[in-house]
C-alpha cells in the first residue's frame, strides 16, 4: 500500500525525533519511558510514541493528529507548563494569518453545541485531563482540557442573549509556544475541539 502524504510526515517527525533522542525525553514530553519511546496522554487517550509509529486509544495515527504527536515529540523541551496567563492566538507573534481559519474551526465549530456542552461538562473537562478555568477569564461558562501533557487550552462559553449570539473563545496556556510552532498549536487547539464536540455526541468516543 502506498504512503499517504500525512503518514510520510509521522514517519519523518519520528525517524528525527528518535535519531538522536535526549536521555530526558519522556520527562521532557511530560510522559513516561517505554522500552523503545514514551508512553503519555495526548487528547484524552493513552498514547504511545516509539521509533515504528503513534499508537492512541491502541490506533495507529498516520493523520493529522499523529502529526501533531510527532511534531510534539521533536519539540520536546525542558520547560515545565506554565498555564497562566492564558493567551488568545491573536497575541501568538505571526498569528495575523491564521486568525480566521483559527475562529472558524477551533471556536466556531463548538458554537451550536454550547447547550449541550454544559450539561456535559464535567464528563468532558474528565476525558480531555482538564480542569477548572481561573474566574479571571470570564465568560459564562469556562473550563481547560489538555490535548498534550505540556499544552493547556481555555475555552471561555457566552450563551447567546436578546443581543449577541453564542461566541466560544479558545485561549492557550502560557508557555505553549515553547512545544509545538504555531500552525500545529493552532491544528492541535482544532483537534481538541472536534474532540469535545465527538464526546458531546458519544460520550464513550
Known sequence: ????????IVRTNL????????PDLAARLGGAPLEAGVALRAFGEDCELTPGGILLGGRPQRGVVG??????????????ARRE????????????PYAGAFAANAEGILVPHVARLEDSLAAV????????APAAVGGDLAFCVRPLPKIWLCYIIYRADEEFPAAVTCLFSANAGLFLPLDALADTAEAATRRI?????NPAA
Do not use: T
Open 67 to 80: 502529526i501533531l504527536i510527532s511534531l510534539y515529540g521533536r519539540h520536546a523541551h525542558p520547560a515545565a
Open 85 to 96: 496567563p492564558f493567551r488568545a492566538f491573536k497575541e501568538l507573534p505571526g498569528s495575523m
Open 125 to 132: 473537562v474528565a476525558a480531555l485531563d482538564g480542569g477548572l
Open 15 to 22: 525517524e528525527a525525533l528518535f535519531q538522536d533522542p535526549p
Open 1 to 8: 500500500m502506498q504512503e499517504s502524504p500525512y503518514a510520510r
Open 197 to 201: 464536540i465527538a464526546l458531546l455526541a
